[in-house]
């Protein structure tokens, strides 16, 4: 099987000369293999193309992907227009479970959600025509997902969703926090999650004023407070820090006691933790999308990680992601580059206090803790966007700094951003170590407004590092990043630091991408909002236990090395934490 796939947005037919027409050999024999619409965009006839590439080679604006599907994909389940997106397969809510969607963003993911909630009606591959309901359960008689889509099809189901954008929750409702929370209490248990996820002080509040991780708290309170009979989250971890995000994992587990759970999620520590299986998501984003079936989440994540999927006979991913086994105490020798000073600074309300230690060159620092509790403003301090109250930063010492919230300013291109932040742009070391990886090139001609959160995520990861400097501090770099992105970064950012030679400082709060990018730690604690206090950096074990007997909760590494949270309450979690070791024991 073959699909033709055309991304609209980059179809410039005005432009680009129809390269895809002129140069395709079945045009050219005679045949409409080729056409341009009305729209002025490239429509492609899958029935007539002998899959040549020479169209896909040709087009400037990389428009058009051809794509040779295994045999296996015979039967599509939905498929958005004529040349666009397929979808192969459907994740399977199970009563009593926490069912995941593990894959890259354009993927599909959201389909599934919109398909199992009953927005969106598969169309069996066929755009042209809605399909009947009769003829979509024909073809899922027999299996397990027949019963339920029967009781989508009836309208029978009552569904609750938590939307992945979170941004449009105060351009539909405008009141304050504690009305819209009123509103979804339908099981009268509202009371807890407020409590659960610190909303009391937020009630009074209007939605409009909301901040992106209290917006997502909300988010989260309202959907698990209705009475439905399916629950689908789409990206829970946005803007949450990682007690906040196990909060909201115990409170999802809680009630997939009884009621099915399907989650679409980025942050693999809480993906593991909080689901019984996976269905992982392969294929070509924007391209064609395949949902597996249902697998052990260890063995689902571990198969991800690998790039191979042995059931299905598929590598969907060149090399494989791999953790460090670090021997604890034994770090690389390496150059000061910067010390850091003791810092105070004062806000109304709020206070920091650094203790002081050093930045080496060639490093890769992790900085960890709550949300509100002084990370940020430690890198501005940096930075120099902040000044100290007590103490000073050499700044001598050239600084590029990626802030936490992003904005788009003016319509200039993605490649004329990037031009102007770099002479090195047409160099192929970075097309290599920064476009490539950070998978740029289809968006350098698009403006910088028009870009998702993801993009824009990316375009200011290479933004700062694409400056001249000694050290680079990016505050959380994997928002609103997919796990194929997140997975890359930690090779990016080292590969930068060694060879620039400079100091690398990345503040987040997944704890796997802290682990596979860090050398050493720093560790924020104190009152969130209140009162901060940065202490280390640390060596990997001692950064990583003192952040995580503040969690409360112990790692372990399975057989591939991969960390894994230990259930509560475990034979191994107690064991760990009655030795005081809270990052790693080695799984047999």
Known sequence: MRIAVIHQERCHSKKCGLECVQYCPRVRSGDETVLIDKKGVAVISEEL???????????????????SLPEQLQFPTHRYGINGFVLYGLPIPVEGKVTGILGPNGIGKSTCIQILSGQLRPNLGDPTQQ?????????????????????????????????????????????????????????????????????????????????????????????????????????????????????????????????????????????????????ISYGQPAVFGVVTHPKGTRIGINEYLSGYLPEENVRFRDYAVSFERRLHGDE????????????????????????????????????????????TTFARLLAGEETPDEGNVDREIRISYKPQYLKAAGDDTVEMVLRMSSSRFDSGHYQNEIIEPLGLRTVLSSSTTALSGGELQRVGIALCLSRDADLYILDEPSAHLDI???????????????????????????????????????????????????????????????????????FRRDKSGRPRINKPGSFLDREQKSAGEYYYAMEG
Not at 522 to 539: D, K, L
């Open 49 to 67: 193309c002998v899959g040549c590439g020479i169209c896909v080679k040709k087009c400037p604006f990389e428009a058009i992907d051809i794509v």
């Open 131 to 279: 399909t009947d309901w009769k003829e979509i359960l024909k073809q899922y008689v027999g299996t397990e997902l027949f019963d339920f889509l029967q009781r989508v099809s009836e309208k029978e189901l009552r569904i609750a969703v938590k939307p992945q954008n979170i941004d449009y929750i105060p351009k539909v409702f405008t009141g304050t926090v504690e009305e819209l929370l009123r509103k979804t209490d339908e099981r009268g248990i509202l009371t807890t999650y407020i409590a659960e996820l610190a909303l009391t002080t937020l009630l009074n509040r209007a939605i409009g004023t909301l901040s992106g991780g209290e917006l997502q708290r909300i988010a989260i309170a309202a959907c698990l407070a209705r009475d439905a009979d399916f629950y689908f989250l789409d990206e829970i971890t946005p803007f949450l820090d990682i007690y906040q995000r196990m909060r909201a994992a115990y409170l999802i587990r809680d009630l997939a006691l009884d009621r099915p759970v399907v989650i679409v999620e980025h942050d693999l520590a809480i993906l593991d933790m909080l689901t019984d299986t996976v269905h």
């Open 332 to 375: 690389v020798v390496r150059k000061s580059l910067l010390s850091i000073p003791t810092l105070t600074k004062h806000f109304s309300g709020f206070s920091l206090t650094v203790s002081g230690g050093e930045v080496r060159a060639g490093e890769v620092l992790g900085v960890v803790g709550p949300n509100g509790i002084g990370k």
């Open 484 to 554: 194929e992105q997140r997975v890359k970064l930690p090779r990016i950012l080292k590969n930068h630091a060694e060879l620039k030679g400079a100091g690398v400082l990345v503040i987040d709060h997944d704890i796997y991408l802290i682990d596979m990018i860090s050398e050493r730690l720093m560790v924020f604690e104190g009152s969130p909002g209140i009162q901060g206090e940065a202490h280390g950096p640390f060596g990997m074990h001692e950064g990583m236990n003192r952040f995580l007997r503040e969690l409360d909760i112990t």
